[in-house]
């Protein structure tokens, strides 16, 4: 890496940094297992290409060495082939060759692709143009006769209805006997009734339902938070049951709320969006992965959702703190910040971009604003401008530099390690702070320091 | 967050009446504003529903808690960016995640930490701020981390330390609980803290003015010596290690006659280490009565004649009387007496030899053991090149590599006393000769990175092990060592060494594979320390 100090930064432009490598790591293991592998040591043949492509041969076990490529030109993200008889993707040995060239060009210089590299990638090419050309968006949506498909849908509203109606009866059974009973019923009375929701096809109830059932041992208070969330799922039934009644912002809402499929046809806002935050919620059946995005023309912050079976990495990763320009689709429904990614113009690059901030005052202001539309928000995404984390007994806040006001942090922001980078970054000095806020507090996801630099994830 | 007050204070009554009802249900308790009857329940969620809304839809901020007080200022230039990378990277390679078992060809991150931050601290870089709480919880898991960690970490880390109860060694290690200690020039404020600070406050204070005034130090330790506790005395008294110098003497002699014997025994070794003390000369008039050259026979030969009883001013000096289990009590008084006694004295003593000399000669009825792990004891204690160089010897000799007189341990120590490149030269010679086997401890003590001919010592010796058939981790210790210590410079010379070499009939199985594994490691951690180097560098 001799002499690349300056000259290199257009170089290191395009080449993501260790993190931004090690975040597309599908778990913990294979992580730690590519950083690793992202030492010269096991790797021969390394080399790049202008048009993207990254190759190398990584001397495994075995007597041949594996023969890893990886296309970092596509907009869509990042593919990989490697000859190793790994399920993950990427494996161990894409994300060493990536952390490899992350580190510079010495390890991985400019080079002709040999052969077997260059037939992956030319397939690959291919394939992609004739995708490209046939799935423009909001072109045949769903497929098959659109007769059967309405009675679908009919037959799946008839049933939801059902299990609205069945689960009403329900709660109202449960107020009239009282929630000092719900306490002694435990788990088993909430999982029976949430597999009834998912009979009925309707997972957002069955999701909610589940809630309610760790509710009463989730320690003190837990009365007050039982009846708040029995009172919105009733809500939440009672909307559905109305449905007609309700403007069509409102009735979106609800159908995605109840857990109805529904597309992102909103229009395309072609944007620079600054990747705020990624981060992973996994139960036993799915992992969630939950990306923000800010748009620096459009002022708008989005959230992306990528799922992924239990165990398993979602598909979509994008590197926190980059900036990509990219057309993202909003999903319907009033009050909602999910959308959809979609065509992607440029590749995640180094940017200054930073969402401008607000008092934490205007912070709770706007979550209530939120509620106007969807009532059932738990929290809206919200930069605060100049704030300070302050210890506040056993818990923590964030005040605001200027005024004697603060929000507490949530009780799941204070398991998480990056409270601590939080209050290391600011030093008792003021900063910005991206997360989200709502009802129980300000969940902190991403940190800006006062002077120039990138951003800082928290999560 | 804060419910709404003041205006709202009739809403709330109404939420906690509904909470009430909803906790014993509606058959015992009808809800505010709501008929009995079939229909309660659902009015009374109806209700909820719009003060839960309400409720969080009124939420306003809370009123801030105490501020901290900001942290102190770093300095120090930040880190380049490649280099804050490779840290981050360092710093996720916990122990503990990986599956165990062999190591296989990647290199051992986490123990490359330790020279990291040598080199980062070697050129002054600061830390980045959010790397803190991985710095700490790096150095919480290890001790031996711990000061080159917290010296990265800087001032703001101590800042951090003190709002987490995990980080609270950090300002245990830290002088002074975190606080600056006064700078020696300062002496009311030395004085008070001195007077009135805590015992680990006052120790760093001692060996911080020590280390830069030594009278003042000794003086200020004299001023309240009496009124010390025996333990703290202790370790008062071993912070004048540092420094030692002949002013030390009448404090020390004076701490001859402390009440208790481990502070006695301290002064002893102190003194003992200052070869113009009283004490030294009285070691010395002891030691030579029961040494001596006897020319009686064929050749010259020592005679020992191991003191008969351990006096009063024998115990008043320092010595011991009485021996572990299983050593005869005149041998263990003897031993005391020669490693107290100055080196300088034995050349008139035995002829007018020098210490090679010396060393060579014959001794008598079996002392020999007993007189030259003495010698070793005093040449580490005085620092005495001359003699350590003697009592090694060659390190080629056949009997080096053998349990000897001089046992490896004590030849380790004696290596201290030689400079580095000295100590490389013999410890290459060693292997060279003896092999790796009993290497560990002594390349121990060698410098790092090692010089050339020690690396290339090393790296033969391991290439013999290999093809001689047997296993990597008979050698894992210093296959471990090599990969620290190895100059990144070497790493081109190792890439013969990297193929899997053709089965020979009497190598263990498999064999060649591992080495091979265990020979990329090496390479693959070399070249990344190199690359570690070299982004500290562009800074």
């Not at chain 1, 992973?280 to 799915?286: Q, S, V, Y």
């Not at chain 2, 911080?208 to 005034?213: F, I, K, V």
């Not at chain 2, 400079?419 to 290497?439: C, N, P, Q």
């Not at chain 2, 093809?467 to 050698?475: E, I, T």
Request: aromatic share 6%; with cysteine; proline share 8%.
């Amino acid at each position: 890496m001799a002499g690349s100090t300056f000259d290199g930064m257009t170089q290191q432009g395009v080449r993501r940094s260790a993190d931004q490598v090690l975040a597309l790591a599908p778990d913990a293991a294979s992580r730690k297992a590519g950083s690793k592998l992202g030492v010269a040591g096991p790797w021969s043949g390394t080399g790049s290409s202008e048009e993207g492509a990254v190759w190398g041969l990584c001397k495994g076990s075995g007597s041949e060495p594996y023969r890893t490529v990886v296309d970092i030109a596509d907009v869509t993200g990042p593919a990989y082939q490697c000859s190793c008889p790994s399920r993950k993707v990427p494996c161990k040995h894409a994300l060493g060759l990536l952390l490899l060239w992350a580190g510079g060009e010495s390890a991985v210089p400019l080079a002709q692709a040999p052969d077997w590299a260059e037939q992956w990638m030319a397939g690959r090419r291919g394939r992609a143009e004739g995708a490209g050309a046939a799935a423009s968006p909001g072109s045949a949506p769903g497929s098959g006769d659109p007769e059967a498909a309405r009675r679908r849908a009919e037959r799946r509203a008839e049933r939801i209805t059902a299990g609205a109606t069945e689960l009403e009866q329900r709660l109202a059974d449960l107020l009239r006997g009282g929630l000092a009973g719900a306490e002694q019923a435990g788990y088993g009375l909430w999982e029976e009734t949430a597999a009834r929701m998912v009979d009925a096809q309707a997972p957002g109830l069955a999701a909610r339902v589940r809630e309610l059932g760790a509710i009463p041992s989730s320690g003190p208070g837990w009365p007050v938070r039982l009846l708040e969330e029995c009172a919105l799922l009733h809500l939440l039934d009672q909307g559905w049951l109305g449905r007609e009644r309700l403007p069509d912002d409102l009735t979106a809402t609800v159908r995605a709320r109840v857990g109805l499929p529904s597309s992102a046809d909103g229009p395309a806002v072609r944007d620079h969006w600054l990747v705020l935050s990624q981060y992973d919620t996994a139960d036993t059946r799915l992992t969630t992965r939950r990306i923000w995005l800010y748009g620096a023309g459009s002022g708008r912050t989005a959230l992306l959702l990528s799922y992924g079976a239990a165990g398993r990495a979602p598909d979509l990763a994008l590197p926190v703190g980059l900036a990509l320009e990219a057309e993202v689709s909003a999903y319907p429904g009033a009050g909602q910040s999910r959308a959809a990614l979609g065509e992607r113009f440029t590749p995640p690059e180094p940017t200054a971009i930073r969402p401008p901030g607000v008092t934490t005052s205007r912070a709770a202001a706007r979550y209530g604003e939120a509620l106007r539309d969807d009532p059932w928000l738990e929290s809206v995404p919200v930069t605060l401008e100049q704030v300070v984390p302050v210890p506040d007994g056993d818990s923590w806040q964030l005040a605001d530099a200027e005024e004697d006001t603060a929000l507490p942090l949530t009780p799941a922001a204070h398991r998480r390690p990056g409270l601590w980078r939080l209050v290391a970054l600011s030093g008792g000095a003021p900063v910005k702070v991206f997360g989200e806020c709502g009802h129980q507090g300000f969940t902190p996801l991403a940190a800006w320091p006062a002077e120039p630099g990138p951003a800082v994830q928290l999560c | 967050m804060t419910t709404p007050t003041s205006a709202d204070v009739p809403v709330t009554g109404i939420w906690e009446e509904l909470v009430t009802s909803a906790l014993l249900g509606t058959d015992r308790r009808t809800p505010p504003g709501c008929a009995p009857g079939r229909a309660a329940p659902t009015a009374l969620l109806d209700t909820a529903a719009v003060e839960t809304v309400r409720r969080r839809a009124g939420l306003r901020p809370a009123r801030s808690a105490e501020r901290l007080e900001r942290a102190p200022e770093d300095p120090r230039p930040p880190l380049p960016a490649a280099a804050a990378r490779r840290l981050t990277m360092l710093l996720a390679d916990r122990p503990g995640t990986a599956g165990g078992g062999r190591r296989g060809t990647a290199p051992d991150l986490m123990e490359l930490l330790p020279q990291w931050l040598a080199a980062a601290n070697a050129r002054g870089f600061a830390a980045p701020p959010q790397t803190l709480p991985a710095l700490l919880d790096a150095a919480r898991g290890r001790t031996d981390l711990r000061p080159a960690a917290l010296t990265f970490a800087g001032p703001r880390a101590l800042w951090l330390a003190r709002l987490n109860p995990d980080w609270r060694f950090a300002l245990r290690a830290a002088p002074g609980g975190g606080a600056a200690l006064p700078r020696p020039e300062d002496t009311d404020r030395v004085r008070q803290l001195w007077e009135e600070g805590l015992f680990a406050e006052r120790v760093a204070l001692l060996a911080a003015l020590r280390a830069r005034d030594a009278v003042g130090a000794r003086e200020l330790l004299a001023s309240t010596w009496s009124t010390e506790r025996a333990e703290d005395r202790l370790m008062f008294l071993d912070s004048l290690r540092t420094g030692l110098e002949p002013e030390d003497e009448p404090f020390l002699e004076q701490a001859l006659a402390d009440r208790s014997r481990n502070v006695r025994a301290t002064a002893a070794e102190l003194l003992s280490a200052l070869p113009g003390s009283a004490l030294a000369a009285r070691m010395a008039a002891r030691a030579l009565t029961c040494v001596a050259v006897d020319r009686t026979g064929t050749a010259p030969m020592i005679t020992v004649e191991a003191p008969h009883e351990c006096d009063a001013g024998m115990e008043r000096d320092g010595v011991i009387p009485k021996p572990p289990a299983g050593r005869g009590e005149r041998s263990w008084w003897l031993g005391q007496l020669v490693e107290s006694a100055p080196l300088g004295t034995w050349p008139a003593r035995l002829g007018g030899r020098t210490p090679e000399e010396i060393v060579a000669l014959p001794v008598a009825d079996d002392w020999q053991g007993e007189l030259h792990a003495a010698w070793c004891r005093a040449a580490v204690r005085q620092r005495d090149a001359a003699w350590a160089r003697a009592l090694l010897g060659s390190p080629t000799a056949p009997e080096a590599g053998g349990p000897g007189a001089v046992s490896l341990a004590e030849r380790a120590k004696l290596l201290g006393t030689l400079d580095a490149g000295e100590r490389a030269e013999w410890v290459a010679g060693f292997i060279a000769t003896h092999g790796l086997s009993e290497a560990f401890q002594l390349l121990g003590m060698c410098a790092v990175p090692w010089a050339p001919s020690l690396g290339r010592a090393v790296v033969d010796a391991l290439n013999i092990a290999r093809d001689a058939g047997s296993y990597p981790w008979s050698f894992s210790g210093v296959m471990g060592l090599a990969e620290r210590c190895l100059d990144p410079a070497e790493a081109g010379r190792l890439d013969g060494l990297l193929a899997i070499p053709d089965e020979s009939e009497d190598a263990s199985p498999g064999a060649g594979g591992y080495w091979a594994e265990a020979f990329q490691r090496l390479v693959t951690t070399l070249r990344l320390r190199a690359a570690m180097a070299e982004e500290l560098r562009a800074g």
